[in-house]
Structure formats: C-alpha cells, structure tokens
C-alpha cells in the first residue's frame, strides 16, 4: 500500500473509534439521565420493590436487577424473622445520603473496556430547611456497563464523606444485606 493510502486509513478507522466513544459517551449519559429521573421522582425507601424496580428496568444491568431483587427477597424474610425491627436499609439505597438527592449533573465520563465510568455530581438541600439545615454536595462514580439493550448502571460508589449513610458500593451493600437475611 502506498504511503498516502495507509494515512487514510488510519485517519479511517482513528475517526470511527472516536464517533463510536462519542456515541457510547451520550448513550449512558441518557442511562445515567434516565435513572436519575426515575429516582427524583420516586419515594423509594431502602431497597424498592418490584413494582418500582420495573420503573428502573431501562436504566439498569441485569446483574444490578438481579442483586435489587434478591436483597428485597432477603428484606423480607428478614421483616418475617424479626416483625418488630426496621429493615436493614433504611432511606436512599442509591446514594450515601439518608435522604436522597434533589439535583443531579453528569460529570466527566471515561471507558475502560466494557464500562463507563461517570462521576456524579449531586445535591441535597431540604425543601423546608431550618436554620442547621445546610446543602449537601457529593460525588459518586457510576459504573455503567453495556448490554444488549444499550448502556446500563450496573454499580455506584458511594462518595460521601459522613459517618452516617451508605459507604463502599450499592452491590457491596446488597451482597452485605443479602448474607445478613441469612443469618
């Protein structure tokens, strides 16, 4: 092949890798949008159950299905095993704070393999604060991964930094509640 032609085509193929991360990058940017949509607007408390699990079904990995699914299970049976407790997980599964998020903005994003990476940037400011009511701010990273239906959240690291509230990862979380319904 000639000098020029070998230019061409890795100029080629150099622009359809980058098209390609461009349209993953906006494919789990809409995932990430969609799955904070549907938290913003649910009350969801601890682990949800089916009927506000299959609102998440679009957004979410089957893995993370399946791991939501059997810790609702392991609630349960917990709930049965010890009528007059709380349950395990208590206020939002989906982020270190107890009481959620009221704002949400995707940050940077970056591919390993078959995941994407995306930082988090969240707020949570009380709608009737009081006078030590005060905004808090975070970041988590978000584990996307692709499946045959598109880009999905498969995982979240939690980010804050209090001593209250969710630490480590959501399936870390699930697997701890999932081993504790057995015991």
């Not at 969801?44 to 079904?57: E, I, N, T």
């Not at 107890?98 to 903005?105: A, C, D, H, L």
């Amino acid at each position: 092949m000639k000098p020029m032609m070998l230019i061409l085509a890795a100029a080629l193929l150099t622009s359809t890798a980058l098209a390609d991360e461009v349209a993953d990058q906006a494919a789990a940017r809409a995932a990430l949008a969609g799955f904070y949509g549907v938290h913003g607007k649910s009350d969801q408390d601890g682990v949800p159950d089916a009927k506000l699990r299959a609102q998440y079904l679009p957004y979410i990995s089957p893995q993370l299905v399946e791991s939501l699914t059997n810790a609702d299970a392991a609630e349960d049976k917990y709930a049965k095993a010890n009528p007059h407790s709380p349950p395990m997980i208590e206020g939002d599964l989906f982020s270190p704070n107890f009481e959620g998020i009221t704002s949400f903005k995707v940050g940077a994003c970056v591919a390993k393999g078959d995941t994407i990476l995306c930082k988090m940037l969240l707020h949570y400011a009380d709608a009737h604060p009081r006078p030590q009511d005060k905004p808090v701010d975070w970041i988590d990273t978000v584990t996307l991964v692709k499946t045959n239906g598109g880009w999905r959240v498969d995982d979240i690291a939690y980010g804050g930094t209090w001593d209250f509230g969710n630490h480590g990862t959501l399936k870390g979380l699930l697997k701890d509640v999932i081993a504790d319904a057995e015991h």
